[in-house]
């Protein structure tokens, strides 16, 4: 299988859908904001009519009520993957949530829960604030705190979860980088400069596509609520434009900011895998060069 990976806003749809049509493959999303219904211009979902007749998998399979989870997203690509190998169908897995395709890709096995001690984490979280969790996570696990966002709570909640489950760091329980599914990554580069300029110019385009109109109707969905969907990026944003906590411009500026740094992780995530194949974003050729590194595999 291929998947096609790097930061947001690099260009991964495109050069997935483009590999998939000339080997006659089918695309399996692997971006966890995308597998949520009804979140489609703020997550920059490909619509239905630019898929270039290319099926896809895993995109619109939850409400915005229920939880995404890496555990739940890795049984259900590798349900997808062996439907594809029983159809002798080449699967493309594309997404920039680092986690989800390593867990796809390489055997990641997920230490259980304990629902009081999550319970007690989430109450911590409430009463001292997200900040302090994430300050705690650094004592107990410093290259979790770095991977982590100190805004998301629900990754925070898990990582010391696990810790106190098992007495040892959340990221010691990350698998080396081999695979447990033969596989190709390909990942997009740039430079920092015109990425941050392709999100500037995404995060307009998604404003004046409708993103309100569409925060509007999640929002009669109990978006404020969602356990992972309400904190998509631009989201949040788009809800406290609406709240009128925010102007337009305001609103604009602070996810375009808030995506940039969540790139330059997912850039540093993606840099520590050392299979990865680069291949310049802005290539003419790029999907040439892709497909010269299939070929020198199989």
């Known amino acids: 299988m291929i998947a096609v990976v790097g930061p947001t806003a690099v ?3 495109e050069l997935a859908i483009a590999l998939a049509r000339r080997l ?10 995308q597998c949520y219904a009804g979140m489609d211009i703020g997550t ?48 493309v897995l594309v997404g920039g949530s680092a986690l989800y395709v390593r867990a796809v890709l390489d055997d990641f096995a997920f230490p259980g829960t304990d629902p ?9 979280a409430d009463a001292y604030g997200v900040a302090a969790l994430h300050e705690r996570l650094r004592v107990l696990d410093p290259q979790a705190a770095d991977d982590i966002l100190p805004s998301n709570r629900r990754r925070i909640v898990r990582a010391l ?26 990942g997009l580069d740039t430079e920092r400069a015109e990425l941050d300029a392709r999100i500037e110019r995404r995060v307009h385009r998604m404003w004046e596509a409708g993103l309100l109109d569409e925060v509007r109707e999640l929002e009669a ?11 998509a990026l631009g989201y949040p944003q788009a809800l406290a434009h609406l709240d009128g906590e925010l102007t337009r411009a305001e609103a604009i500026e602070q996810t375009v900011r808030a995506t940039s740094r969540f790139a330059r992780r997912q850039d540093s995530w993606f840099r520590k895998d050392p ?10 050729d790029r999907e040439e060069q892709a497909l010269t590194y299939h070929r020198q595999l199989w």
Request: with cysteine; glycine share 6%; proline share 9%.
């Open 275 to 284: 299979r990865i194949r680069w291949v310049p974003a802005n290539a003419p």
């Open 11 to 13: 260009g991964k749809s």
């Open 116 to 124: 009081q001690l999550r319970e007690q984490v989430e109450r911590d």
């Open 44 to 91: 920059a979902k490909v619509p239905r009519s630019q898929r270039a007749g290319v099926p896809h998998h895993l995109l619109d399979v939850l409400d915005i009520s229920e939880s995404a989870s890496v555990a739940g997203f890795q049984q259900a690509a590798r349900a997808v993957l062996e439907d594809c190998r029983a159809r002798a169908v080449p699967p």
């Open 161 to 186: 979860e696990v810790i106190a489950l098992t007495g040892a760091p959340f990221k010691a329980r990350l698998p080396p980088h081999v695979y447990v599914i033969p596989a190709l990554q390909i």
């Open 24 to 33: 006659g493959g089918e695309v399996v999303n692997a971006d966890a904001m």
């Open 221 to 231: 969905r109990g978006l404020r609520h969602a356990p992972t969907a309400s904190r």
